[in-house]
């Protein structure tokens, strides 16, 4: 994978443990770290529907844990969990420039792999789930519009299941971070299969930012 010019944010709170294996100040720290760093405004300059590979985090409205439960380390999903998972695997069918690959539903948010590898007439088209228009300015078959898309259907099928039409589901925004080659593509990979058996020490988890805050 050819490096592509990553971009500097505000960082990931370091609080996780890595159990797999690498300690602080060695080379996989280093590389699960950097991969960890999120981002709230985007490259200057960089095509968001150019091919690439993006690390990203979308995060519940208030950190609510309305999509499952850690149990003995693993995560069970539920009902509006269910829905996510559903969602997120569909957005790879409607859109055929866009792979998924390993991804993790928390109680309160997602974290995901994905890939654009736009054809050459990628700059005219709809956003997949919906025609292009003015009320959808966002640039065509791009990382923002495959988020917004997932999100809005996300969105609506949770509150029709739960009966409360115009609720927030999801934060605005979202974290993502270019991932630069395979050595930053294995620790991501790594991070998100480990994600919740390191739940207890998430800066996500809402009872760590609670013990943060005193």
Same mark, same amino acid.
């Given at each position: 994978m050819r490096p592509i010019a990553s971009r500097r944010r505000h960082a990931w +709170? @370091?609080?996780?443990?890595? @159990?797999?294996?690498?300690s602080r100040g060695s080379r996989r720290y280093r590389t699960m770290?950097? /991969?960890? +760093?999120? &981002?709230?405004?985007?490259? $200057?300059? &960089? @095509?968001? !529907?150019?091919?690439?590979?993006?690390?990203?985090?979308?995060? *519940?409205?208030?950190? *609510?844990?309305i999509f499952g439960e850690i149990v003995d380390g693993k995560m069970r999903l539920s009902q509006l969990g269910e829905i996510v998972r559903e969602e997120w695997l569909r957005s790879a069918t409607l859109r055929r420039e866009v792979s998924l690959d390993a991804f993790q539903i928390m109680p309160n948010h997602l974290h995901g792999i994905v890939t654009f590898r736009p054809s050459p007439d990628h700059r005219v088209g709809a956003h997949g789930r919906k025609p292009l228009s003015a009320q959808h300015p966002r640039a065509p078959r791009s990382l923002g519009s495959f988020v917004a898309g997932f999100k809005s259907a996300a969105t609506l099928r949770i509150n029709e299941a739960r009966n409360m039409p115009g609720t927030p589901v999801w934060q605005r925004n979202y974290h993502e971070r270019i991932v630069r080659? $395979?050595?930053?593509? &294995? *620790?991501? !990979? +790594?991070?998100i299969i480990?994600?919740?058996?390191?739940? $207890?020490?998430?800066?996500?988890?809402?009872? /760590? *930012?609670s013990q943060h805050r005193r």
């Open positions: +709170r @370091d609080t996780k443990p890595l @159990d797999n294996g690498c770290r950097a /991969v960890r +760093r999120r &981002h709230s405004i985007r490259l $200057a300059g &960089h @095509d968001y !529907r150019s091919p690439a590979t993006y690390f990203i985090t979308l995060i *519940a409205y208030q950190r *609510a844990e080659n $395979a050595r930053e593509l &294995h *620790a991501a !990979r +790594r991070y480990d994600n919740p058996r390191n739940w $207890a020490t998430d800066a996500e988890n809402p009872g /760590v *930012a």
